[in-house]
């Protein structure tokens, strides 16, 4: 008698009971693994099975059985990257000059940026976080080969509710979790990484570029350049630190 092969909700749902019962991993496919269907061009983050856009942005989910070289790995249009883990990665724009007047800043798109196209990926939690309970976040980025640019300010925030901004523009949140410096290597993997102290409730991680994080930007070429910081995301994490001890 053939076994059935277990669907990607079954094998969700198992993963949900333990985080549950075990306290551990909080992030349903944090390694893009599980899709609805291999992606064969932009914009289809909501592929990859919990995952969707924030704003009217678009972000990418890439695999290496992509049919396209639009979004194939390792080679695909915005450079050439392995995965971190496993078979698939996704990518979103962590700024991106959209030739649009930016009247909060006079035009730069480094004074603050808050008129800057950028994108941002979320996806729910396993469970809502416990109020007073310590987290830790961590997830790998790479800066994408046909970048020219590198921005500050990457992280991770997390919400009660899901965030739904029918802009393209930076969002204003202040991550929990975010990245000393610039991430300007390409082709190489970057953790971000850290601890922070739940309010309680928070159901949502959503990740991108965040200025009340320190965002700065920078160019990497001499000359005319494409105006854009493009990064690769993959393995992401959430788990609960152990609680302390209450002293005898």
């Known amino acids: 008698m053939t076994r059935p092969c277990l669907s990607t909700l079954a094998v969700l749902l198992t993963t949900f009971s333990l985080a549950q019962s075990t306290g551990e991993e909080l992030v349903r496919n944090g390694g893009f693994e599980f899709l609805d269907k291999e992606p064969d061009t932009y914009d289809m983050i909501k592929r990859a099975v919990g995952w969707d856009n924030v704003t009217i942005g678009y972000s990418e989910v890439f695999s290496k059985l992509a049919p396209a070289k639009t979004v194939g790995i390792p080679m695909n249009d915005y450079g050439q990257m392995d995965p971190k883990e496993g078979d698939h990665y996704a990518g979103f724009f962590g700024w991106k000059d959209d030739e649009k007047w930016n009247f909060e800043t006079g035009g730069d798109p480094f004074v603050a940026g808050w008129s800057s196209y950028s994108e941002y990926i979320t996806s729910e939690l396993m469970k809502p976080l416990e109020e007073g ?24 925030y997390f919400s009660e509710d899901k965030l739904n901004e029918q802009h393209r523009r930076f969002l204003r949140q202040k991550p929990q979790v975010s990245v000393d410096g610039f991430v300007e290597k390409k082709g190489e993997w970057v953790e971000v990484k850290g601890t922070f102290e739940a309010d309680g409730g928070e159901r949502y991680i959503t990740i991108g570029t965040w200025p009340s994080a320190g965002f700065d930007g920078k160019r990497l070429i001499a000359g005319p350049d494409n105006k854009c910081a493009y990064y690769y995301v993959d393995g992401i994490s959430v788990k609960a630190l152990p609680k302390e001890e209450p002293a005898k």
Do not use: C, K, P, Q
Not at 133 to 156: H, K, M, P, Q, T
């Open 133 to 156: 309970r310590e987290y830790e976040v961590s997830f790998w980025v790479a800066l994408s080969g046909n970048s020219d640019r590198a921005v500050s300010g990457i992280g991770a």
